[in-house]
Every structure is written in structure tokens, then in C-alpha cells.
């Protein structure tokens, strides 16, 4: 199993009411990913991190090996929801992917 954890900041011209908006709309379209992805064992968005958190989300998923992950990068659906809802409006991302 590899788990690929992702932890976002979001640009910080956006306002409050915005990031709300954009936290929600990612969580919905990377969780809904899950039963349409080869290899997609568990996907999970955190949006609500505590006050002494230096990120605005984070993505916790599980792949059985690395070429379902490999698959999961470039899968349309996967794409789709990265380049719609998340690359736009994020300012920093990191990863960390390791076999479990």
C-alpha cells in the first residue's frame, strides 16, 4: 500500500468567504474520486485544521502500490479536478508519498 498525503496553502488574496467556498469544492471533488479510480483505496480531505496549522488542507489517500499512483496523476477525472478546482486557487502544495 502507498499512502500520498498533500498539504495546501491557498492564495492568500482570497477572502475568507472565498477560501470557505474552495475548501469545500475541493473536498467534494477529490473525494468524489473514490470508487472511479484504479487502485484508489481511501481518499480523505481535511479542511478544518487547527488554529496552530500552517496549511489550509489535506489530502490523505491510500493507492495499493506506486503505479496506481502513477495512474491516479494522469487519470482524467483526477486532472479535471486538479486543474478546475485546486491548482487555481492554491499558492503552495506539498507531498510526501511512502509505502505503508
Same mark, same amino acid.
Given at each position: ?6 498539504l ?6 482570497? +477572502? ?12 467534494? $471533488?477529490?473525494?468524489?474520486?473514490? $470508487?472511479?479510480?484504479? $487502485?484508489? +483505496? ?19 489517500? +491510500? ?9 491516479y ?28
Amino acid at each position: 500500500m502507498v499512502k500520498h498525503v498533500i498539504l495546501w496553502q491557498l492564495k492568500d488574496e482570497l +477572502t475568507d468567504s472565498e477560501k470557505e467556498t474552495i475548501k469545500r469544492e475541493i473536498k467534494k $471533488g477529490l473525494e468524489g474520486l473514490a $470508487g472511479k479510480i484504479p $487502485g484508489l +483505496t481511501d481518499i480523505r480531505v481535511y479542511t478544518e485544521g487547527l488554529a496552530s496549522s500552517n496549511a489550509d488542507l489535506m489530502l490523505d489517500s +491510500t493507492f495499493t502500490d506506486e503505479e496506481a499512483l502513477k495512474g491516479y496523476a494522469v487519470h482524467p477525472e483526477h486532472v479535471a479536478v486538479a486543474d478546475g478546482k485546486v491548482r487555481p486557487y492554491t499558492a503552495t502544495r506539498t507531498c510526501m508519498d511512502y509505502i505503508i
